[in-house]
Every structure is written in C-alpha cells, then in structure tokens.
C-alpha cells in the first residue's frame, strides 16, 4: 500500500481527499456499465493508497476521457485526470491486465505517432499498431482485417498516405516532455 504522501505527490492536480463518495461521477459516466470498478470506487482506492488494485483495474482502460466525470463532482475532484494518471502508472509499472495487450499497444503506438509526427499519420498508425498487436501472434486474419476499407477511406479524404508533420516539432517533444515528467499523466 502507497503512503498517502506518494499518493498526494502522484495525484497533485486535484484534492482527492475531497471525495465523500457521492457517485455523482459514476452517474454519469458513458461507460459505466463496462466498468469492473466504478470510478467512485477507484477514487475511493486512490484515497486510501490502494493504487496495486486501482492500477490492475480494467475500468481506467475503459474510460474514454470525456470529463463528465469531473464536470459533475460538486466537490471539484478531477475523476477523470486521476484515471489519467492511473493508466499512466499502470502501464509504466506493467501493472495492466494481460489481455489488455493490445489496448497498450494501441496507446503507445498513438502516443509514439503524435510524438513524431506532431498529428496523426493514419497509415503509420495502422501499420505499427497491426504489426505489434498481431504479426507476433501470427494472427493473419485481424493483421488484414479492415484493408478492403483503405481505398474508400482515402477516397473521402479519411486516410492519407503521406501523412503531414507538423513544422514545430520541437514544441511536441516539449509538450511530451512536460506531460511525462514524474508524477504527470501523458
Ligand atoms: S462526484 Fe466527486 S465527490 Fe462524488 S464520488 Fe465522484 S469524485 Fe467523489
Ligand atoms: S472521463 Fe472516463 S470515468 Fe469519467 S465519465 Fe468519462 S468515461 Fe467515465
């Protein structure tokens, strides 16, 4: 269990010691119903310096970050930057669930995209995530599924094989090296 010094140092951006368990935020989060812990729960854990269990949890992967969470907390508790940090540590400290490899993999491949490039190169994307979620299982069938979409999508100005970079870069390495620093979310 994490002192609750660690705890406050890790979760700084908001009070979660504010919480008295209202379950406003649960109420209305979108995909609760998907949740193994509500996120009433998990704030509930992080309060009492559970993160082993907070961390293991398959509900921050489920969160789609869409704040109403924290628009809704009378006690302005960020729910939605504390799952943040959670998926964060999770996946630093491989704490995340097995079969959630390649929800991982997916971030990281996004995260990586946006890092180089400054916006998202689609194909780029689709090409590292496929390659990392499914050619090392050998998984032929979800490796090609979806490439009949391609030429449609490309048609609709969707998908662009030769994706933009930004001009700045140098300002995303910064933004991403801020977002990383310990104890923040990225
Ligand atoms: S809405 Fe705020 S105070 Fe109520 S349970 Fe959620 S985090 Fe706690
Ligand atoms: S940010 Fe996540 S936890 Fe909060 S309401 Fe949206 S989906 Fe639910």
Not at 125 to 142: H, S
Not at 149 to 162: D, E, F, S, Y
Request: with cysteine.
């Amino acid at each position: 269990m994490e002192t609750l010094e660690k705890v406050d140092s890790a979760f700084a951006g908001t009070s979660v010691e504010a919480c008295y368990q209202c379950g406003k935020c649960t109420g209305g989060c979108p995909v609760a119903g998907l949740m193994d812990l509500m996120p009433n729960q998990l704030v509930r854990l992080v309060q009492l310096g559970r993160l082993e269990k907070a961390m293991a949890s398959t509900a921050i992967w489920h969160c789609v970050s869409c704040q109403t969470c924290t628009t809704r907390c009378p006690q302005s508790v960020d729910c939605a930057g504390i799952l943040d940090v959670l998926r964060q540590m999770s996946a630093e400290q491989g704490k995340a669930a097995p079969e959630l490899r390649r929800v991982l993999v997916f971030q990281k491949a996004f995260l990586d995209n946006i890092r180089r490039n400054g916006r998202l190169n689609e194909v780029e994307l689709i090409g590292f995530f496929k390659t990392l979620a499914f050619l090392k299982d050998f998984n032929i069938p979800l490796l090609m599924k979806d490439t009949l979409l391609a030429p449609q999508l490309m048609q609709r100005g969707k998908l662009h094989v030769i994706g933009e970079k930004v001009r700045d870069r140098a300002v995303v390495r910064r933004i991403f090296d801020r977002c990383t620093k310990p104890g923040k979310g990225a």
